[in-house]
T-cell receptor
Framework: DVKVTQSSRYLVKRTGEKVFLECVQD?????MFWYRQDPGLGLRLIYF???????EKGDIPEGYSVSREKKERFSLILESASTNQTSMYLC?????????????FGPGTRLTVT | GNSVTQMEGPVTLSEEAFLTINCTYTATGYPSLFWYVQYPGEGLQLLLK?????DKGSNKGFEATYRKETTSFHLEKGSVQVSDSAVYFCALNTGFQKLVFGTGTRLLVSP
């Protein structure tokens, strides 16, 4: 079974703190993604990576950065957390072979910034 | 641009009722279409998919048919169970595996 794990299920941080969200997948997938999920807005793509050290901006990259130093690990960084970054963050991974490729999701991290 | 529109929820049904959750899309080219399900406290799981027009995806009693002429991919199930209570997301693949999601529809099934 493909497994995508995220470092925390719940996280509470203060405004201005630097926050790291970690994601690890165990299926040697090339592609990894970070989304945020908000009520009424669905899932929105923050960043994705198609290879080690490669990254591309998604639809809402402002206020976020990412790091992918190893194939299995993709980190989301909030350089200076703000209250409007309170959200559910979901990590996903997938293969890069052609065709309709399923994305496998982690359980999510619910981040609260106070 | 590419977008997915889902019906507003929550959808509230009694056990064994028939379910339809509407999904329509706007996309350039020929996208692949997906339904994902999110059970309480969990991440998203792929429920079913269809890669070309007239394809029917099915899984766990759920079905959806890729209708190019109406740009729709409605989710149906003949007899829902309490365990089907979850949030359902319609999504399309715009290429390079980036998914565009709808806003989600919450389904509540009562015994």
């Amino acid at each position: 079974d493909v497994k995508v794990t995220q470092s925390s299920r719940y996280l509470v941080k203060r405004t201005g703190e630097k926050v790291f969200l970690e994601c690890v997948q165990d299926m040697d997938h090339e592609n990894m993604f970070w989304y945020r999920q908000d009520p009424g807005l669905g899932l929105r793509l923050i960043y994705f990576s198609y290879d080690v050290k490669m990254k591309e901006k998604g639809d809402i990259p402002e206020g976020y950065s990412v790091s992918r130093e190893k194939k299995e690990r993709f980190s989301l960084i909030l350089e200076s957390a703000s209250t409007n970054q309170t959200s559910m963050y979901l990590c996903a991974s997938s293969l890069s072979t052609p065709g309709a490729r399923e994305q496998y999701f982690g359980p999510g991290t619910r981040l609260t910034v106070t | 641009g590419n977008s997915v529109t889902q019906m507003e929820g929550p959808v509230t049904l009694s056990e064994e009722a028939f379910l339809t959750i509407n999904c329509t899309y706007t996309a350039t080219g020929y996208p692949s279409l997906f339904w994902y399900v999110q059970y309480p406290g969990e991440g998203l799981q792929l429920l079913l998919k269809a890669t070309k027009a007239d394809d029917k995806g099915s899984n766990k009693g759920f079905e959806a048919t890729y209708r190019k002429e109406t740009t729709s991919f409605h989710l149906e199930k003949g007899s829902v169970q309490v365990s089907d209570s979850a949030v359902y997301f319609c999504a399309l693949n715009t290429g390079f595996q980036k998914l565009v999601f709808g806003t989600g529809t919450r389904l509540l099934v009562s015994p």
